[in-house]
């Protein structure tokens, strides 16, 4: 998120000295702030989506080993 918020700034930073340099108007004023406010929010998204992906995962491992049958009790049954 950090790379993201530089590379945005920097980004609408040296088009705003274009303009400033060439007298024209390429950004709204409000393109800085809403750029990065869409970067944050993003951020957030993937980070949920990833936590909640990785809590299922963790649930379902933990039912799959409560699942599984003792180890021992196979052992004793087949050596004779």
């Given at each position: 998120m950090s790379y993201a918020l530089s590379g945005a700034a920097l980004t609408v930073a040296a088009v705003t000295s274009y303009e400033v340099l060439t007298g024209s108007d390429i950004f709204p004023d409000l393109t800085g702030p809403v750029l990065a406010g869409?970067?944050?929010?993003?951020?957030?998204?993937?980070?949920?989506?990833?936590?909640?992906?990785?809590?299922?995962?963790?649930?379902?491992?933990?039912f799959v080993e409560d699942e599984r049958p003792d180890s021992d009790f196979y052992f004793s049954t087949n050596s004779k």
């Open positions: 869409l970067i944050i929010g993003t951020s957030f998204l993937f980070a949920f989506t990833t936590s909640k992906r990785t809590k299922d995962r963790q649930v379902l491992r933990e």
